[in-house]
């Protein structure tokens, strides 16, 4: 996909080492893994530190499954980024199931025959993306930026400006309802079954093999005979699939639908995806790390929610996390290849960088403080 | 991207000539795709050919043009910029911030602090993008969202209204001195600095070098970083130039202006032509993308399609466009063989 300025730099670093013993690649695996576990170790013992009510299995078990849906989307899309795709769309395909859902229960359809037809639809969704990436060879990104729109507007088009609502309770169990009688929510239960095969398909299998291969390299890996269209049409598809399932399960949580439900939350997932160590430019990542990094940033929002951070506020410290994730390791490594011949042209112009973000703050603070200051 | 100049092609009939030279053209197929649409919305709405409909679409697709240049030559880097919605956001909001303050100040100056801000954080993106080897597509992302971030924690949830905004800022956009729209005049003098930019600089067609091989620029001398700082950079620049425009045309800066707008223009790049793999694309091929993207708006509008299907009926012609014009690509390049 999009690779940065040094893509290939980092590419031929991985090819030499792979060639090297086993071993080493693996404890290279491993490392971000327990990064992971170290800061959600972290963000719980600062969370438990500013506020009582962090470490409450009634509030942890409310608030897990409000990061359910994204979950349920990530897992397809760890194999979408693996291949060195991406999915735009998934958001939008997730409203326009749960919306055509509304408004066949508006219409007076049985819940469960509503609930079925909005998984075919989602399902199809996830072909037509599938079609026109592996069979008329457009890029991922393009297309699933048509269909993010066209998705989008198609939830608009079912519902208008009405909501649907009312539904029975043994459907608002998806979302609300609790693994026989324990905290567990079972939209928590559910992702974690779908994580398990979803993982035991990356990482045991052949199919998931040759998602790495792919996002390795696509050419040598079709030359190799491995079906590469159709397997990349079956991502996209399981992806729509996916989608779909979050829009029910969202549907079930809050008991109405409204065509703009999850609007933006295509980044969150690949947010997540990215951050679990999933390379946007294909051929690495676990499904283990992608979990983790779920955990990670409910956890860190959650805390955040109690000492009333307003949402979007958050967003700053989840986009510094995802940018500092691949900064510092990248950082580390230069300085530690370069640290020894310091030149005073590139420490001018750091500096330089530095005043100039410091006056931008300044200005920044200075320039609210009036307005702030009467309402 | 040059390859139709190096065949000659074999004795042919003259009509498939002439449909060769025509196709040859890049922007052929977007071209084609706009007169049909316009010929199909004539049909069901004689009122779209008219100046005042005309000036209507030019006006709405001002700050898209704007922004979309500034994309463009990010994506002929081989990169993505996400994150200027969010950057116009914040300028936004800034530059409202001081205008309501300062009523009093010249409007140039006003124009002047949005490029500074935009600059500003234009560079953190290509700082974080050349220096820490972060993807573009990540960094933008996380951008995307501390950036947006930053404008609610700056305005504490307010808005500015239009009573806020003294006239002549009011003005700036919509006032018509030289005939067309201030915003108009605007966007075509972009426009045409971009293009002699990109196509008659040294720094310009280096953007196209980096992206077409960005192993091979700094062989050829090509100093990759400084041309992908750059090009983040003019993104930043653009975007803060559109924030101010933004302000003065929609008369408000909420928190969550152009929320969403990245995707835009985008789609306006890719529409017009514009590799996402990198190394090609062209202005004129970006203006009829924006072009393309503000006809379908206004026609929508104009043969009366409910707005609640308008969403669906813009994805679905953009994902038309981008097929047909796969499709002609494919039978040029089997031309050329």
């Known amino acids: 996909m999009i690779s940065s300025s040094s893509a290939s730099d980092t590419k031929s670093v991985s090819l030499i080492s792979e060639n090297a013993p086993k071993s080493s690649f693996l404890s290279r695996f491993l490392r971000w893994e327990w990064m992971l576990v170290g800061l959600i170790f972290i963000v719980v013992i600062v969370n438990t530190q500013l506020t009582p009510y962090f470490l409450d299995a009634r509030n942890l078990s409310r608030t897990s499954s409000d990061f359910m849906e994204i979950g349920l989307m990530m897992l397809p899309m760890v194999f979408i980024i693996i291949t060195g795709n991406i999915d735009l769309s998934v958001a939008s395909n997730m409203g326009m199931s749960a919306s055509f859902m509304g408004l066949l229960h508006n219409m007076g359809v049985n819940i469960w025959v509503a609930a079925a037809a909005a998984l075919l639809l989602g399902t199809l969704g996830g072909m037509l993306n599938g079609y026109l990436i592996s069979r008329v060879k457009l890029p991922a990104l393009v297309v699933t930026l048509g269909t993010y729109a066209f998705y989008r507007g198609l939830a608009y088009g079912f519902l208008g400006d009405q909501a649907a609502r009312g539904y029975p309770e043994a459907f608002t169990y998806f979302g609300q309802g609790k693994v026989f009688q324990t905290l567990v929510p079972f939209s928590v239960a559910l992702f974690l079954f779908m994580a398990v095969i979803f993982g035991l398909v990356l990482h045991r299998t052949s199919f998931g093999r040759y998602l790495f291969s792919i996002g390795n390299n696509e050419n040598a890996t079709n030359y190799s005979g491995v079906p590469v269209a159709k397997i990349k049409f079956i991502i996209y598809t399981l992806s729509g699939f996916m989608a779909s399932l979050a829009g029910l399960v969202l549907a079930a949580r809050f008991g109405s639908t409204r065509p703009d439900n999850g609007t933006g939350l295509e980044l969150a997932v690949i947010t997540a995806a990215v951050l679990g160590g999933v390379d946007i430019n294909g051929g690495k990542g676990s499904m283990l790390g992608a979990g983790l990094s779920l955990l990670l940033i409910g956890l860190m929002r959650f805390g955040m929610g109690l000492m009333n951070i307003q949402g979007q506020v958050q967003g700053i410290a989840i986009g510094l996390l995802l940018i500092l994730s691949i900064l510092i390791p990248s950082m580390v490594r230069s300085l530690s290849s370069a640290g020894k011949n310091i030149n005073w042209r590139s420490a001018f112009s750091a500096f330089l960088f530095l005043l100039v973000f410091v006056l931008f703050f300044v200005f920044f603070f200075w320039s609210r403080a009036a307005v702030i200051a009467n309402i | ?337």
């Open chain 2, 1 to 337: 991207m040059q390859n139709s100049t190096s065949a000659t092609p074999p004795v042919r009939s003259y009509l498939s000539n002439l449909v060769w030279t025509l196709v040859r053209f890049r922007e052929a197929g977007i071209s084609i795709f706009i007169l049909l649409l316009m010929f199909v919305v004539t049909l069901r709405a004689p009122s779209f050919l008219t100046t005042d409909n005309f000036n209507d679409i030019l006006l709405n697709i001002s700050i898209l043009v704007i922004v979309a240049l500034a994309q463009t030559m990010v994506i002929i880097t081989h990169g993505i910029d996400l994150s200027v919605s969010s950057m116009i956001g914040l300028v936004a909001m800034m530059v409202a911030f001081v205008v309501k303050q300062n009523p009093e100040m010249p409007v140039i100056f006003a124009v002047l602090l949005g490029m500074a801000l935009g600059s500003v954080l234009g560079s953190f993106n290509g700082l974080i993008i050349t220096r820490g080897n972060v993807p573009p597509i990540i960094a933008t992302l996380g951008t995307l969202s501390i950036y947006r971030g930053l404008v609610f924690f700056y305005s504490q949830g307010t808005w500015i209204n239009s009573f806020e905004l003294p006239d002549n800022f009011k003005m700036l956009s919509k006032g018509t001195p030289l005939g067309l729209p201030n915003m108009v005049i605007i966007a075509v003098l972009v426009a045409l600095v971009v293009y002699y930019f990109l196509n008659h600089t040294r720094t310009g067609r280096d953007i196209y070098a980096v992206g077409t091989n960005p192993d091979a620029a700094p062989f050829a001398g090509i100093r990759k970083d400084r041309i992908i700082f750059l090009v983040y950079l003019l993104s930043g620049i653009l975007a803060g130039l559109a924030a101010v425009l933004w302000v003065s045309r929609f008369e408000s800066a909420q928190t969550n202006t152009a929320s969403g707008f990245e995707l835009q223009t985008v789609a306006a790049s890719v529409v017009g032509g514009v590799s996402i793999s990198g190394g090609v694309g062209t202005v004129p091929g970006v203006l009829l993308g924006a072009l393309l993207l503000g006809i379908i708006q206004n026609s929508l509008t104009l043969i009366r399609i409910s707005p609640f299907w308008q969403l669906a009926a813009q994805g679905l012609l953009i994902l038309i466009a981008v097929i047909s014009d796969k499709w002609i690509l494919t039978r040029v390049e089997r031309t050329n063989k």
